[in-house]
DNA sequence: CATGAATGAGCGTTCATTCAT
DNA sequence: AATGAATGAACGCTCATTCAT
């Protein structure tokens, strides 16, 4: 029997759920691992036997975050032919975590430069399937003839401003679940080239 | 004699002083009052007799920054006829103050919600001046028929993500300084109309 | 069959050899029990089923190091007539485990009375050897009219010092390796008589 | 009014000295800061106010150890002329702070390297009056013909032994109140050449 | 008004010990 | 008999805040 094996992934799961849960209320930094014991509901001592330090936690959680994120976007990105399926990709698998991505942005500059990697990565994936779409638009003409790393800086800075903001946009709840259609539409908007 | 009262209001300046320098550099959470006592060559108790508490003073340094940039912009929009002229006005009167806005952005949620009032005043002020601007320019069909709460948007969040990935954009110096003009630019091609 | 016995001892031998090994590394008061059952490549709790307590497995450590040593000197002692010889008998034996002597020697404060015991004994038998030879020595005037005691006192005395300040001695190495004659051969000299 | 200064080193002192009576009990690594707070009076954080490290304070103590029993030893020495004198004035340094003292001595591999620097610097101090005075020895053949440095070890091994072994040889009270003069007698018998 | 010494709750981390498996 | 996950008290240290001077 694997009765040992299985409780101790529970109480490590028990303890990034828990983690992930604080984080994703009070940030980062913010958070301390004492509170996060207490929400798990081990001794806090048992933070430090499944995760040998604050910032080993802290990127765990970051990077089962980012295997997520990533991988939702891989997924759909299959069927992602157009630049709209593209954003909504993005905008799907970001909504899923949004509260502790949110956080992720915010407090980057204070997190290890691995957790800034797993940020990078995202936005790798995402930039790289922008690239794509948008070549073959620009080719076509149907799109303004601007420096893509432009366009997805504008993108992406409009997502995560929104996300920065959420209190201001979506007090109790999700901003992209409210406004992910309306960013979307208008961000193609923003880009087409007038046929008249 | 105000002497007594001159002398106070020196103090208090010298603190606020201090900690906006300090601010600038490492940030509002990252900050103790201990340094900032050090930075401006008071005493610790000193900066508590001025501001009652930490939130208090850094309330105080937020507002002095608002007050600053909100009347820059006011006073440069009285030359600002076009949307360049605005957005221009915008990016200057932000970047005197570049560093410490840039930590306002980022440490925003863990700071006091009267810190948020403040950011919404100057973004009040330059999204009035948005509206004008950009009521005329649809007027005239100048401009995609966006909603105007968007484009703001759009520009804040990627002059925002410019200044949050400072370290990625302009790792030893000013980004306003280097992308300003380029910004500017690109965000003007975006939005004017084809005239095909 | 009496496997499961032998198993056993076989298991807390294994542990014994590992505290030993690390006591002399890192000394008794610097050396976690987690880090000893590693050394012994057996879990953390098996220490404790063998050993009660950490106390307990210090002392049996030291036990076992006051049986060997004292046996060694019992055996070397049957050949021991001059003081030279039981000199170089106490030393040798010392010798093959200086580390964790010197080490015994510097933390005794902290260790629990039981194992001043221990030293004692070792030092009970030497001193016999010493008591024995000395007082022969003493009847024909061959050497200084001096306590015993004292005498025994000052070669302990000396040995330590040498052995506690290895760092000073022997920085990469043993310090009764490199002393040891020359260490005897001066003590000889101090107590003998001058026979002019 | 100096009050303000006065009371500072004021606590400063009761800290210091609170931490040297709990090192003289306890040892220099047993100690913890908690403890010593507790016996000054003060709250925790007090200490780190006036040291700004537990490092920094065990140096302090042992700094203000190294210079009294330095001083003493140089005050004595003017009016040291024979061996005995020398002898004597070290053991009389030393027995005012023989606690804390032997604590140090027993703890220096696990001091910090200044720590050490302390004790080297007392035993340069009587080395230095040791050379002398059996330099002369030498020359008029009233002493026997040893390296110096070996007859400084054996006296120094023999005083740490005695001091190391308190618990032994003074169970309640001052080693060296009881074996000072007997020490000094046996030694100086131990040295001297029978004029027979 | 200004000082800065003192506070004490809080932090991340370690480790001997226990106990269900 | 052996395991190793879990515990919880203790550690050194930081820092916003208070208050006697």
Request: glycine share 4%; with cysteine; hydrophobic share 40%.
């Given at each position: 029997?694997?009765?040992?094996?299985?409780?101790?992934?529970?109480?490590?799961?028990?303890?990034?759920?828990?983690?992930?849960?604080?984080?994703?209320?009070?940030?980062f930094?913010?958070?301390?691992t004492?509170?996060?014991a207490?929400?798990?509901g081990?001794?806090?001592?048992?933070?430090?036997?499944?995760?040998?330090?604050?910032e080993?936690?802290?990127?765990?959680?970051?990077?089962?975050?980012?295997?997520?994120?990533?991988?939702?976007?891989?997924?759909?990105?299959?069927?992602?032919h157009?630049?709209?399926?593209?954003?909504?990709t993005h905008?799907?698998a970001?909504?899923?975590?949004?509260?502790?991505y949110?956080?992720?942005?915010?407090?980057?500059?204070?997190?290890?430069k691995e957790?800034?990697?797993?940020?990078?990565?995202?936005?790798?994936?995402?930039?790289?399937?922008?690239?794509?779409?948008l070549?073959?638009?620009?080719?076509?003409?149907?799109?303004?003839?601007?420096?893509?790393?432009?366009?997805?800086?504008?993108?992406?800075?409009?997502i995560?401003?929104?996300?920065?903001?959420?209190?201001?946009?979506?007090?109790?709840?999700?901003?992209?679940?409210?406004?992910?259609?309306?960013?979307?539409?208008?961000?193609?908007?923003?880009?087409?080239?007038?046929k008249?």
């Amino acid at each position: 029997m694997k009765k040992r094996e299985q409780q101790r992934q529970q109480t490590r799961a028990t303890i990034l759920s828990a983690a992930e849960h604080i984080y994703a209320s009070n940030g980062f930094v913010q958070s301390s691992t004492q509170l996060i014991a207490k929400e798990a509901g081990v001794a806090h001592g048992t933070v430090f036997l499944h995760f040998q330090s604050q910032e080993k936690l802290i990127l765990a959680v970051i990077n089962v975050l980012g295997t997520d994120i990533t991988t939702r976007i891989h997924e759909s990105a299959k069927q992602s032919h157009s630049l709209a399926d593209v954003l909504r990709t993005h905008l799907t698998a970001i909504e899923i975590h949004e509260s502790i991505y949110s956080h992720l942005i915010m407090d980057m500059p204070q997190l290890p430069k691995e957790a800034q990697q797993t940020v990078i990565g995202i936005q790798s994936i995402i930039a790289h399937h922008f690239d794509q779409v948008l070549n073959q638009l620009k080719k076509e003409k149907q799109m303004k003839d601007l420096p893509i790393s432009f366009i997805f800086n504008t993108w992406i800075g409009l997502i995560h401003y929104y996300l920065t903001n959420c209190g201001l946009f979506a007090p109790h709840g999700s901003v992209l679940a409210i406004y992910k259609d309306e960013l979307i539409l208008n961000f193609l908007k923003l880009l087409e080239v007038d046929k008249s």
